[in-house]
């Protein structure tokens, strides 16, 4: 069973591979992924956060949810450019 899903995985990223927006999506996710396993391992390593006090972490988090929402708008702007601009050189 363990031979069956390790070819199946592997014919399923063959497939992919060969399609360049398959592969070019794949790996972003790859990425993403490693960035994410990297993150993990410093904050576990570093032990971050763990001299703040409960209004330290609070706080801490009020301003991790302020930079989210900021690069939210930042994306929905950029999206919104990208539209107009693709209006606008498609009407000319």
Known sequence: M??????????AVAVLLGFR???EWLLEEVK???????????RWSSQFGSELSPDGQIEQMRWRN???R???GLMLRSK??????AGQGGSG
């Open 80 to 85: 919104e450019r990208q539209r107009r601009a």
């Open 32 to 42: 993403a992924f490693s960035d994410l396993l990297l993150l993990r391992l410093l």
């Open 2 to 11: 363990l031979k069956f899903l390790i070819i199946a995985v592997g014919a």
């Open 66 to 68: 302020l930079r989210l």
């Open 21 to 23: 927006r398959s592969r």
């Open 70 to 72: 900021d690069l939210h």
